[in-house]
């Protein structure tokens, strides 16, 4: 890791708190987490990101080949979690 420093502005740090706390994770995390996304969505990366979220959403679901024909049947009925 690289350690940075960055100035926010009064209500950043105000609501980046109120994130943090909500979710259970240190300030810097959600920074992370926020520049991956930003990251993610520029030309020439959000590829990757996009295919390393489609792996990770792999086997998690549980409504099987029928998703992949009535999948707004299977959503609304609430068939996926």
Known sequence: MVRTQIQLTEAQARDLKRVT?????????????????????QAGRGGDRKRELALQACGRFTAGARLATEHDAAFAEGDVP
Do not use: K, T
């Open 21 to 41: 706390v909500a979710n259970g994770i240190s300030m810097a995390e959600a920074i992370r987490q926020a520049l991956d996304a930003y990251l993610g969505r």
